[in-house]
């Protein structure tokens, strides 16, 4: 079992940054592959970026590159989503996610594990 817990999420203005963070328990940390995913309201849960299955490159959906980097820490099974230039758009529960075996990682059905979530609300 792993568990994975988020933390970061807030309420931030148009043009503002956030930093998540989703510690890892229960499994040697680099026995999983992690990935971030976000759902918005009346929305379907979406990928939003993760590490490949050797952990050497990270992938992201189009619309959000070059403004959210996905960066882990092995040291403290932690992995991070700097989140830059946010939007009203990115408002939405963001769900960091845990894989233990090969597939797509921009595939729900891929993951075995998920967070609770934690709600990123951007306004003015």
């Known amino acids: 079992q792993v568990r994975l817990v988020e933390s970061g999420g807030g309420f931030v203005q148009p043009g503002g940054s956030l930093r998540l963070s989703c510690a890892a328990s229960g499994s040697t940390f680099s026995n999983v592959v992690m990935g971030w995913f976000r759902q918005a309201p009346g929305k379907e849960r979406e990928f939003v970026a993760a590490?490949?299955?050797?952990?050497?490159?990270?992938t992201y959906a189009d619309s959000l590159k070059g403004r959210f980097t996905i960066s882990r820490d092995d040291a403290v099974n932690t992995v991070y989503l700097q989140m830059n230039s946010l939007n009203a758009e990115d408002t939405a529960v963001y769900y960091c996610a845990a894989r233990t075996r090969r597939g797509s990682p921009r595939e729900l059905g891929t993951y075995d594990y998920w967070g609770q979530g934690t709600q990123v609300t951007v306004s003015s």
């Open positions: 590490f490949s299955w050797s952990g050497a490159v990270t």
